[in-house]
């Protein structure tokens, strides 16, 4: 009876002996650069201020009028691209379809009536300002969440009676090309549903999906497809474009004035404060990450982010130091590869339509077979903090063979962010919005 207290006080002795001091934690820092320009690389907590201190806001509002159809992406460069997805355009020749060229098997040969249903692919636009991302979340308003209410009209009896004996609301289920991030827009986001009823009307489902959430969200095409079609294994790449506020002459946010070609990395605006992206707080909040204030550039040339992301054309590639929130069986080998075609910046402007004027800006355009979990913010914020610096060219190549993710930057603020396209034909540079 008295060797249990003694059992006790020795196994907590050896736990308390076995545990890490202070000095043995695990410590997080800035990544130690080794390269010329290390002392005017921004750190984390810089680099994150100088991304968040725009006028984010004529951003969004810009998106905004892109879903209701006052402007497009197409219209800030002067050009008429061809695209997949006509507006307002409905099809019922989906065995003629150009854009969904997937053999269908012989339906005599299938008993398990899946070629019964009726499949439908969507294209649609909608503002990421307005939503809490696409992925359905109990208690967030979600597009996910919008469509499959919207589409729960048209399932089919036996799924509906289902639904009613499971005590669930009566919804379809959507699949989708890529999920997007909080406040992050969509040109032509594809996503699709299906249904065994052999009644449902073109017309019907995009008038319901029209009505759900007017002037957030748009049907752009709505297409009778293949029963084969998925819209995310069946995509062969994806479009992306990052709007980024270079300055905003004469006016002023939260007592600061926006001056040419740059900005200061201390200053904030009232938008900057209110949209912090938490899931950057891990990579800017550490003691040895403090802002250090001496004299590191608060410029960049557009042409130098140009020439950084044009090294990653044509090549296939790990971008794991580019992503975030992976799972760990993802963060090696062929998961992390992705084939850039085609990867540029240009300086252009957007009209704010609210005052009449335009804001200058920088357009990040980014088209691959596939993308990772903010793979696109990363690599916008990293090329920007490397102009700055002044980095060699190959600077975001180099950045491949890091060890810490800490090497690359947090990820851009996802205002700036638009989906413009997903493809199931071979990439065409024509589809591209800059030469």
Not at 25 to 36: I, L
Not at 231 to 254: C, M, T
Not at 288 to 306: A, C, I, R, S, Y
Not at 312 to 331: H, I, P, V, W
């Amino acid at each position: 009876m008295l060797r249990y207290p003694t059992t006790v006080r020795t196994l907590r002795n050896l736990m308390e002996n076995s545990s890490p001091t202070a000095a043995q934690q695990k410590v997080h820092f800035h990544y130690n650069h080794t390269d010329s320009c290390k002392f005017s690389r921004w750190t984390s907590r810089e680099c994150y201020e100088f991304m968040y201190a725009r006028p984010w806001h004529k951003v969004v509002d810009f998106y905004a009028d892109m879903v209701k159809g006052h402007t497009s992406l197409s219209g800030l460069f002067g050009k008429e691209t061809p695209a997949d997805h006509e507006d307002a355009e409905i099809r019922e020749d989906h065995e003629k379809s150009e854009l969904v060229n997937i053999p269908v098997k012989d339906k005599s040969r299938d008993k398990s009536g899946r070629w019964a249903r009726a499949n439908f692919m969507i294209v649609l636009s909608y503002h990421g300002g307005s939503f809490d991302g696409w992925q359905k979340q109990p208690d967030l308003n979600t597009v996910q969440g919008l469509v499959e209410r919207s589409l729960g009209e048209f399932v089919d009896e036996k799924k509906a009676q289902l639904l009613k004996d499971k005590n669930l609301p009566l919804e379809a289920c959507a699949l989708v090309a890529g999920r997007t991030d909080k406040g992050v827009s969509a040109s032509q986001q594809v996503c699709s549903f299906y249904t065994w009823r052999k009644d449902v009307k073109i017309e019907d489902v995009k008038a319901a999906l029209d009505k759900a959430a007017p002037g957030k969200i748009r049907v752009v095409s709505l297409t009778k497809v293949s029963r084969e079609f998925h819209p995310n294994f069946s995509a062969k790449w994806r479009h992306y474009l990052y709007i980024f506020p270079i300055d905003d002459v004469g006016e002023k946010q939260g007592g600061q004035i926006w001056n040419d070609d740059s900005t200061d990395v201390h200053q904030q605006n009232e938008c900057g404060k209110s949209d912090v992206d938490k899931s950057n707080v891990n990579e800017i909040n550490d003691e040895n990450d403090k802002l250090v204030h001496g004299n590191k550039p608060t410029k960049f040339e557009v042409g130098k982010v140009n020439r950084l992301l044009g090294q990653l054309e044509g090549k296939l590639l790990s971008y794991k130091m580019f992503a975030r929130d992976t799972k760990a069986s993802r963060n090696i080998g062929p998961p992390t590869e992705c084939f850039v075609f085609h990867a540029r910046a240009i300086e252009t402007s957007i009209p704010c339509a609210k005052d009449g004027s335009h804001m200058k800006t920088m357009c990040i355009e980014l088209v691959a077979n596939r993308f990772l979990r903010k793979m696109v913010r990363v690599l916008v914020a990293t090329a920007i903090r490397e102009a700055a610096a002044g980095a060699d060219d190959d600077a975001l190549l180099k950045l491949m063979d890091a060890t810490c993710r800490r090497a690359t930057a947090p990820p851009a603020p996802p205002d700036g962010l638009c989906l413009v396209d997903v493809g199931y034909t071979d990439y065409d540079i024509r589809h591209c919005l800059i030469p």
